[in-house]
């Protein structure tokens, strides 16, 4: 009886390993893709002090991550058969040229901390606004006390920057327009079909192809007068990092935790970029940005439905 009963605890906690490093290696890929997003923004940032243009990085971004992920993209091609071309157009216009330059644009007005706490807080209730215009879909109570907190913390973060002489709210309001194009990627990502490869393959290529002109005729590059270490630490953060590691570390993030536990650690994005733009960029974190960062982030898990799933969690369990 005895050896009976060990058998099955050593059965149980067999059975039990394998869901406990799966779960940790979520953990540590949900991570693993807020840094890089984090670190993105910065890289981003940074580059508003050099020669380098937001087409220059675009150029980066899509070029770069379409020559990586060029494999994929051969087996699917440009237009996926599962997926029909308005929703196509919707993933690059979201996720893709027209996302980028704006964020890029924005960053290049706007401090860090701002792109950080604006753009990933907005898209949940981005989300749910076209999902109420399109498919009759309703905020619940938890949501509209997310919206409310959402828009509590950018109105902090904007206000002051009205008098502002730099015009760092032009910036704001560019990541508030980047929250809504993320919030149509979303959308589209979900009628699509795709995987998460195929979508990134197919969008960094329409994105690439689109640049080439508009980057050749603007005549407005900086690629000849930066410095190698800038166009080096851009490469690795704009085509390497963000474009392809990233993609891959949040989708197996998505396939260890669930879609709601994995988009709640994109609420730690906020900090991270704030912090790493005061140590790395020498920016300033006033107490009214630093209560900002806390309305957005607690207004980001309710509106993305993460307080009231892990609310149920606890009711199951007691």
Partial sequence: MAVHTEGAVDANAAARTPVRDGRLLGILAALTAISIW???????????????????????????????????????????????????????????????LVAMAGARLAPVAHMGAIMPTTVPMFVMLLGALWFGERATRVHLVGFALILAGVAAIIG?????????????????????????????????????????????????????PIWYLSGDSG??????????????WQGVLSGVVGIAAYSLAVRRLGVTVAAAFSALVPAMSSF???????????????????????????????????????????
């Fill in 276 to 318: 790493g733009g005061m140590l790395l960029l020498g920016e300033r974190l006033t107490p009214l940005a630093i209560g900002a960062l806390v309305l957005v982030t607690a207004g980001f898990l309710f509106a993305s439905g993460a307080v009231g799933a892990l609310a149920g969690v606890g009711r199951r369990r007691g």
């Fill in 38 to 100: 984090a670190g993105w923004q910065i890289a981003t940032r940074h580059s508003a002090s050099t020669s380098l243009t937001p087409f220059d990085l675009a150029f980066l971004r899509y070029g770069v991550a379409s020559l990586l992920l060029a494999p994929v993209l051969l087996r699917n091609g440009l237009l996926p058969r599962k997926a029909n071309p308005w929703t196509i157009a919707a993933m690059v216009a979201g996720a893709g040229l027209p996302f980028g």
């Fill in 160 to 212: 002051p920057s009205l008098g502002d002489a730099a015009g760092s709210w032009r910036g704001d309001l560019l990541f508030v327009c980047g929250g809504a194009l993320w919030a149509v990627y979303t959308f589209g990502i979900r009628q699509s079909g795709l995987t998460g490869w195929q979508a990134a393959a197919v969008l960094n290529a329409w994105s690439f192809l689109l640049l080439l």
């Fill in 223 to 236: 690629f000849l007068t930066a410095p190698w270490q800038e166009l080096a630490m851009q490469v690795l």
